[in-house]
Nanobody, 115 residues
Framework: QVQLVESGGGLVQPGGSLRLSCTAS????????MGWYRQAPGKQRDLVAQITNGGSTNYADSVKGRFTVSRDNGKNTVYLQMNSLKPEDTATYYC?????????WGQGTLVTVSS
């Protein structure tokens, strides 16, 4: 039984920052990659940022230069540092872990960017 638990979401003003954390627990198979997706109302769930087991990163064009994904392998934790937040960043953010046999998802944490 694998669980991914996110934290760090909330309300922030435009231009502000948040750091999301996601920690995996349970029986975890070898991890291929961990990352973050987001989904706004009426829209598709899209990749925000991803980091592979080799340390390479991928970012959506809309967040490049503003968001940074990192990980702590010893803690099975992935982070998303979000700076210069915009109202269009408002969404539910989901932690994702790609393991050898399947993918796992967190419950999601809501990020609201509004004044």
């Amino acid at each position: 039984q694998v669980q991914l638990v996110e934290s760090g979401g909330g309300l922030v003003q435009p231009g502000g920052s948040l750091r999301l954390s996601c920690t995996a627990s349970g029986s975890i198979f070898p991890i291929i990659a961990m990352g973050w997706y987001r989904q706004a109302p009426g829209k598709q769930r899209d990749l925000v940022a991803q980091i592979t087991n080799g340390g390479s990163t991928n970012y959506a064009d809309s967040v490049k230069g503003r968001f940074t994904v990192s990980r702590d392998n010893g803690k099975n934790t992935v982070y998303l540092q979000m700076n210069s937040l915009k109202p269009e960043d408002t969404a539910t953010y989901y932690c994702n872990m790609d393991a050898v046999f399947r993918s796992y998802w967190g419950q999601g944490t809501l990020v609201t960017v509004s004044s």
